[in-house]
């Protein structure tokens, strides 16, 4: 599963330490995985609705005995907030919970992803001190879903960044660091069996069915993608190779000519490529955190402060004043 380490303008933990998290992540998917494996195989307390109403009242009154099977309950009823200091390794923490029992071993992978998924959402958008507000289309985006639960850990996904270059905000294309390569993805979708018909024109030709209109060449934005980073990449010393892609997971790309430099992605050969990509068993590489890092420093970041954190500023500057 690879990791996010920056959404859009999103606050990301990662934009603080490109050391430390990406291995903190993939130590804590691991811990974590065989932890819900092992209850699995074991045969682990699923309770439904009925057993959980008359396990209650059968426990009523008696302390610590609710709190020691918190974690096979389904929470019906909304618990008070308690409002405590922040704790970072609270914050850091993972854990799954099953609410029932997966009937195969690939039915628990994959509830298990799609939560590990909200997660990583989580610490793209979020540090111990700071949050950015996620719109709620990100949790149902099937690209940025597909990236993440389908490549390694070791690589590396900033999705729809926006980086500040001479104080002006500049959209980027989909970046996938992996340990040997930088892609810079274009992606088209517009609907299933869609055909774009590439050029080295201004416009492309886009046909569905028996309606067809024009959109703008995406080479265009891979160039200028590509331009940017292999500056920021002379700038800080850093070599390591880009590649520039076009990727149509639904659809197909008729460019029988496209100009060296590109790679077409579509319908017909993204397994290949896909496979190609999960066979890579390389760990993290020294030039690719140091591709990132260089990256990530330009990133924009829009964020406010956490609740605690602005009320305990706010207490501060009260005692000032007195």
Not at 16 to 39: A, E, G, N
Not at 199 to 216: D, N, Y
């Given at each position: 599963m690879a990791q996010l380490i920056k959404l859009q303008?999103?606050?990301?933990?990662?934009?603080?330490?490109?050391?430390?998290?990406?291995?903190?992540?993939?130590?804590?998917?691991?811990?974590?995985?065989?932890?819900?494996?092992?209850?699995?195989?074991?045969?682990g307390v699923y309770l439904n609705e009925e057993e959980i109403q008359r396990f209650k009242e059968e426990v009523e009154g008696k302390e610590g005995i609710?709190?020691?099977?918190?974690?096979?309950?389904?929470?019906?009823?909304?618990?008070?907030?308690?409002?405590?200091?922040?704790?970072?390794?609270?914050?850091?923490?993972?854990?799954?919970?099953?609410?029932?029992?997966?009937?195969?071993?690939?039915?628990?992978?994959h509830l298990y992803l799609d939560q590990l998924l909200h997660f990583q959402l989580k610490w793209a958008s979020s540090t111990l001190t700071e949050k950015s507000y996620v719109d709620s289309k990100y949790h149902r985006d099937d690209h940025l879903k597909f990236f993440l639960q389908r490549f390694p850990d070791t690589f590396l996904l900033m999705y729809e960044p926006i980086l500040l270059l001479k104080k002006a905000p500049v959209e980027l294309e989909v970046l996938l660091f992996t340990p040997t390569a930088l892609w810079c993805i274009s992606l088209l979708d517009q609907g299933e069996?869609?055909?774009?018909?590439?050029?080295?024109?201004?416009?492309?030709?886009?046909?569905?069915?028996?309606?067809?209109?024009?959109?703008?060449n995406p080479l265009i934005s891979l160039d200028r993608t590509a331009s940017i980073l292999q500056q920021i990449f002379d700038k800080n010393d850093v070599d390591f190779t880009i590649h520039k892609a076009v990727l149509s997971r639904t659809g197909?790309?008729?460019?029988?000519?496209?100009?060296y430099g590109y790679k077409v992605i579509d319908k017909r050969s993204i397994q290949k490529w896909h496979d190609h990509q999960r066979t890579m068993s390389s760990p993290f590489k020294h030039m690719q955190m140091k591709a990132a890092?260089?990256?990530?420093?330009?990133?924009?970041?829009?964020?406010?402060?956490?609740m605690q954190w602005s009320e305990a500023d706010e207490d501060l500057l009260g005692d000032t004043e007195e």
């Open positions: 303008d999103y606050v990301s933990r990662y934009e603080k330490d490109m050391i430390r998290y990406p291995s903190q992540y993939v130590r804590l998917k691991k811990q974590q995985w065989t932890k819900i494996k092992q209850q699995w195989e074991d045969g609710l709190k020691r099977f918190k974690k096979i309950l389904v929470r019906h009823e909304e618990e008070p907030e308690v409002e405590e200091e922040p704790d970072e390794s609270d914050d850091l923490s993972f854990e799954p919970s099953v609410y029932y029992k997966p009937e195969t071993l690939d039915d628990l992978k069996d869609t055909v774009f018909v590439g050029s080295t024109e201004r416009f492309w030709k886009v046909k569905k069915g028996e309606s067809e209109h024009t959109q703008l197909y790309v008729d460019f029988p000519d496209i100009p890092r260089a990256v990530i420093e330009y990133a924009q970041t829009t964020s406010v402060k956490r």
